[in-house]
């Protein structure tokens, strides 16, 4: 909202013209705006996918990696809703901390025709799988890298 004073002139002029008279304390009230606007807008980028408490939770594993492309591929035969095995992809097994325990988590990855991507999270615990589910964000199962996998030719 633009105010206009009695000889007629709006505060804008009346905020310029006392920049011009003390051009000092107008860079310094500019440096001061622009300290707060930079470390405000550094709030915005922490939180859980920009700090490092992803990588410190890939801790060594006290378990040997397990035969997770062989576990993976029986549990898909028991699963009530099946994945469909054409076009799969699997990635390497991590060790992770959860709230059932520490286990491997091993993401599958399938891409049905009709819609985009669909992952799955399988957890491994001495050697059999202990639980499965629909990846969720904190599984990270979309930031992992993937390699082709016949779940029929696993034995």
Not at 49 to 76: G, I, N, T
Not at 79 to 95: F, H, M, T, V
């Amino acid at each position: 909202m633009r105010t206009v004073s009695t000889t007629g002139r709006s505060s804008s002029h009346h905020a310029h013209a006392a920049c011009k008279e003390s051009r000092v304390a107008c860079g310094r009230r500019s440096t001061a705006a622009l300290a707060l606007s930079l470390t405000l807008s550094g709030c915005s980028l922490s939180g859980p996918f920009f700090d490092d408490s992803f990588e410190k939770s890939q801790v060594l594993s006290p378990e040997p990696v397990p035969p997770y492309r062989k576990l993976v591929s029986a549990a898909m035969k028991t699963l009530s809703s099946p994945i469909d095995p054409a076009g799969l992809q699997i990635a390497e097994p991590r060790w992770i901390e959860r709230v059932g325990g520490p286990a491997w988590i091993v993401c599958l990855k399938a891409e049905p025709k009709a819609s985009g991507a669909v992952y799955y999270a399988f957890f491994i615990q001495k050697e059999k799988v202990v639980d499965t589910r629909t990846a969720i964000g904190t599984d990270r199962c979309v930031h992992q890298e993937f390699v082709p996998f016949d779940a029929t030719a696993v034995r």
